[in-house]
């Protein structure tokens, strides 16, 4: 062990003589394969059947049925006829930037479980799973959106254009639930900022008993509007985009209870939003009277537990969460059946853990019990069964770089785990809680997907893991490391891929791939494949990235040190790592790249300028060159407004030390990124030209974040062919 830790695992035993001659006559990676989209026809994600004993799920255009008594899978449908059927939406004239967040149920089952509702090419259908036949509900030429079946079977519910209809199933007879919606005012449909910081995927929800819908109606006008123009063709067309930024006026957002029948909407009192709440999440109680919202302060440092009075419009705070720094929106409200009780999940003690509390439709919910603890984080609820008392829920126990699934009794004991190989699991459990789908993988295995009963026993194989990759290419190793960070203190996980046909005793050039941002994690055990790190390892480059402080996975005290300095305590670590990697002796510190996406960019360009000498080249791909450009969501979570934190704004404006720029630079952007603006770039190239420092500019057209689809080959190629130019000499 050195003074900078010691190595947790390794990527690959030591091989014979006979399985080194082997390995080296498979294929190197390179940009090509990375790009080529080299993928296994994924199944997607299971579809539960009402009693837990089927599944659907899509298999290329098909819809495939499994069950679980016969352990087998067959097909029941081709999506293309239904497509086909479905009436043509005319293009619109003008370019949408409805948000990546936005989530939608194309499948959905009827309460028999005989048949589905299924969306596609805009229209709805209904199939019949014995014969495999369907049934057209709509056919208009505006496509019907986010369509959701009532609870009783009898109504499905969807928007057209920026309004609430109903469809009665047996009469097919349509009726219009609101009828004020604009581009602005939009009922049942999130903004642009909602869904990308918040996860909020959908903005209404049916009643239990299929009587009444609770919506959310956004009001955007008040939101500044960022100029996009499409330059690309002769005459440039303006796309204008409703972006917040830091500070700025948020959508206006109410919620209203609307009768499935028709009629007015009653409207809950849950206060402003526009400058001074968000409402992150909306779910209705068992009684079907009342709905619970997760409502947050603007600067999110509070998190109230509201209950509203559906007939009244009346609410009542149920729970308080409060925290010195940021309160983290989650998904982990599960009402029991009984309907006096709910489980409800906290990172009050600086892990995320779960409680159990009694539910009250007068007053305060009161705490029965804490049901985890300890120096770990409960990842998500992923159910709970009221029938045997037990919830089942996501943790990263066994290893911060794990996630493995456990049960635990709503007394708070018999805590169980119930995922035994190493690794990434993420679990769909059945209605009942009698199975689960695991989807699993760590750095030695592909991807593998199996159902398991309830007490984790492996019942059948639903996809083998792909090893083909592996056998036509060389991976190579990836070792976990861990170390101190810049406090001394704290334990950091980093990994390294040393370069193809690695000599000890030579010195090699180094590159440093980071995001370094909240909410994400980087050094995980799960399969990697044909990545970036090993098509770099390839070109002769060490390979090297780290978990900084302020990052996913290891609880919310590990978060909260960058708060209000976004870029300070990140870049530290960041810089402990490259004193760790050139300690090894086989990295030469004249020879350190770094490159980061997004964040990462930030971080790279924050590397670049205030760790100047420290990296000789640097690329950094859509970077915040300055958090008062970025959304108000996001960036008021942990830099407070601008008005409240002026120097923390200030330090993270990358463009005031652009005369620090010490070795080569590249930077890259769509000019119509609609997360990072292109504004933050255009700032950047400024401050650098008014500073006479040279650098690289590479400007893409896509309407995107990142740089995707055949440019992404040319993209890789004018990155790698930066990096050989300035670290290889």
């Keep these: ?437 695991d989807s699993y993988s760590n750095r030695e295995t592909p991807s593998r997907r199996v159902l398991r009963q309830a007490n984790g026993a492996e019942y059948a194989t639903l996809r083998e893991s792909d090893r083909s990759v592996e056998k036509e290419f060389e991976l190579l190793p990836s070792e976990v490391v861990t170390l101190k960070a810049a406090d001394g203190r704290t334990d950091l996980y980093g990994s390294i891929v040393k370069p193809v046909g690695f000599q000890p005793g030579r010195r090699y050039p180094a590159i440093v791939l980071v995001y370094g941002g909240p909410h994400a994690q980087s050094i995980v055990n799960r399969y990697g494949g044909l990545s970036m790190d090993q098509m770099l390892a390839h070109r002769g480059y060490v390979v090297w990235q780290l978990d900084n402080r302020g990052a996913f996975g290891r609880g919310h005290v590990f978060e909260t040190p960058i708060h209000r300095e976004l870029g300070v305590v990140e870049l530290a670590d960041q810089k402990a790592g490259v004193d760790y990697l050139t300690s090894l002796g086989y990295v030469d510190p004249q020879r350190i790249g770094i490159y980061g996406w997004s964040y990462g960019g930030f971080m790279t360009l924050n590397a670049m300028l205030n760790a100047a000498g420290t990296f000789r080249a640097g690329i950094a791909g859509a970077p915040v060159t300055r958090f008062a450009n970025y959304d108000s969501i996001y960036t008021e979570r942990y830099m407070s407004l601008p008005g409240m934190n002026p120097e923390g704004y200030k330090k993270t404006d990358l463009s005031l030390s652009a005369g620090n720029l010490k070795g080569s630079l590249m930077l890259i952007h769509n000019i119509q990124d609609d997360n990072v603006l292109f504004q933050n770039t255009l700032q950047m190239v400024d401050a650098l030209e008014k500073a006479g420092k040279q650098f690289e500019l590479m400007i893409y057209t896509q309407k995107a974040h990142g740089v995707m689809g055949p440019v992404r080959r040319q993209m890789l190629d004018s990155m790698v062919d930066f990096f050989d130019r300035n670290l290889k000499f």
């Design 1 to 437: 062990m050195t003074r900078f830790g010691s190595i947790l695992f390794a990527g690959l035993a030591l091989l014979s003589l006979p399985a080194v001659e082997a390995q080296q006559k498979k294929k190197p990676v390179t940009v090509a394969d990375i790009t080529s989209m080299r993928r296994m026809d994924m199944a997607g994600q299971p579809v539960w059947a009402p009693d837990g004993k089927t599944f659907v799920y899509r298999q290329g255009g098909a819809l495939m049925l499994y069950t679980i008594l016969t352990r087998d899978a067959r097909e029941v449908a081709k999506m293309e006829p239904m497509n086909s059927a479905a009436a043509k939406v005319p293009a619109s004239v003008r370019f949408d930037w409805e948000n990546r967040g936005v989530r939608e149920e194309s499948i959905q089952w009827f309460p028999e479980g005989n048949q589905l509702l299924i969306s596609a090419g805009g229209d709805l259908f209904i199939l019949r799973l014995e014969t495999g036949k369907f049934d057209q509900l709509t056919a208009t030429p505006v496509a019907e959106r986010d369509p959701k079946l009532s609870p009783d079977g009898r109504m499905v519910a969807f928007r057209r254009d920026h309004d609430l209809w109903v469809l009665d199933i047996s009469a097919k007879k349509e009726t219009r639930l609101t009828s004020d919606g604009t581009e602005t005012l939009r009922n049942g449909e999130p903004d642009w900022v909602y869904p990308e910081e918040l996860g909020l995927g959908t903005a209404y929800w049916w009643s239990p008993d299929s009587k009444m819908i609770a919506y959310l109606q956004f009001d955007i006008s008040a939101e500044p509007l960022y100029p996009h123009v499409d330059l690309r063709n002769a005459k440039p067309v303006f796309e204008p985009e409703r972006y917040p930024q830091a500070g700025d006026a948020n959508a206006e957002v109410s919620l209203g209870v609307v009768p499935a029948a028709g009629g007015p909407t009653r409207w809950m009192d849950v206060g402003s939003t526009r400058r001074q709440y968000l409402i992150g999440r909306v779910k209705w109680m068992p009684d079907a009277r009342h709905i619970a919202v997760q409502r947050l302060t603007r600067i999110q440092d509070r998190l109230d537990l509201l209950a509203a009075d559906a007939t009244t419009g009346e609410t009542r705070l149920m729970l308080r969460e409060t925290d010195p720094y940021w309160v983290n929106l989650h998904d982990d409200l599960h009402f029991l059946d009984d309907g006096k009780r709910f489980v409800w999940s906290s990172e009050r003690d600086g892990y995320r853990h779960l409680y159990l509390y009694s539910l009250s439709y007068s007053g305060e919910a009161r705490e029965l019990r804490r049901l985890t603890s300890g120096g770990w984080e409960v990842r998500r609820v992923a159910g709970v069964d009221s029938k045997t008392e037990r919830v089942y829920y996501l943790s990263s126990e066994p290893s911060p770089m794990e996630t493995q699934l456990y049960s635990i009794r709503l007394s708070g004991k018999d805590k169980t785990r119930l995922t035994s190989e190493a690794g990434s699991h993420d679990v769909s459990l059945s209605p009942g809680a009698d199975y689960f789908v």
